[in-house]
């Protein structure tokens, strides 16, 4: 092989090299494809945290504004690509999305990287498209009303069996801001003629039995927050035997549950 031979070898070496480069980076730096209605990445599920509100009863405009900020604080603690959902425990005592709000956060200014993205850009974006329209359905779910049924076992075992929600998902995270009252065939903390909720409610086996045998093993790994609201002459049950009542269902259920005030 002669020394042109030789440099005419390594010169296509050299363009088989940089066009190997061109290709690699076009595949790299090649944009992701997003959901256009959810904002979730096309060919991934997201981890997906629920704020569900009870509004089976009442509550004043301070818990009003109170559960509002505690949205807003959930938002603010999602991780880009994370999505959100709202749901509300209505009148008619079903779960309803509100406005049909359950997107992922594309990302605020903040959230980015300045060398390889324009923040104001990406703030833009973020509020016309997440922030405006979490706004708009707040108005909404802070609404108060009232219901005769409080079906909220059964409301969230219908939540862990929708596809976007089901165990397939990663993450799986629900904030319950509730009064944790329940009032459904499966069982009722109501009728305190009959004694103390023990004499009340089935065992917590037989509770977690029967959600078992309508909806599957649906909210097992699920992480609970329960952001307990105050009922006057129920708060010493609510902050006692019904929530030990409770954390023995949720743990049969294979829930993680813990308890906050709102």
């Known amino acids: 092989m002669t020394g042109r031979d030789a440099l005419g070898i390594f ?7 940089v066009l190997a480069g061109i290709s690699y980076a076009a595949f790299v730096l090649k944009p992701p494809v997003y959901d ?8 991934a599920t997201p981890p997906h945290r629920a704020v569900v509100i009870d509004k089976t009863d009442l509550y004043s405009p301070e818990q009003a504004n109170a559960i509002a ?27 309803r999305n509100t406005n049909s709000f359950s997107l992922c956060n594309p990302g605020a200014g903040e959230q980015v990287n300045p060398l390889y993205r324009n923040p104001d850009r990406v703030q833009a974006r973020y509020t016309a498209l997440f922030s405006e329209p979490l706004d708009r ?10 219901a005769p049924n409080s079906p909220i076992i059964e409301a969230l075992a219908r939540l862990g069996q929708d ?9 799986r995270r629900i904030i319950l801001v509730s009064d944790m009252l329940q009032n459904s065939e499966v069982f009722s903390v109501y009728r305190r003629r009959l004694g103390s909720l023990a004499a009340r409610v089935p065992e917590a086996g037989v509770v977690a039995d ?13 992480r609970l927050d329960i952001v307990l609201i105050p009922r006057g002459q129920w708060e010493a049950e609510q902050h006692g035997d019904l929530m030990r009542y409770w954390d023995q269902v949720f743990r049969i259920l294979g829930v993680e549950a813990s308890w906050h005030e709102l």
């Open 11 to 17: 010169n296509l070496l050299i363009v088989a090299a």
């Open 36 to 43: 256009s209605q959810t904002l979730c990445l096309a060919d």
């Open 69 to 95: 900020g505690l949205i807003l604080a959930q938002r603010d603690q999602l991780a880009v690509g994370e999505r959100l959902s709202l749901y509300e425990l209505n009148e008619s005592g079903q779960l």
């Open 137 to 146: 359905a707040l108005a909404d779910l802070v609404l108060p009303k009232d």
């Open 163 to 171: 596809p976007s929600f089901d165990r397939s998902v990663p993450g």
């Open 210 to 222: 029967a959600i078992r045998e309508t909806y599957g093993d649906s909210l097992r790994g699920v």
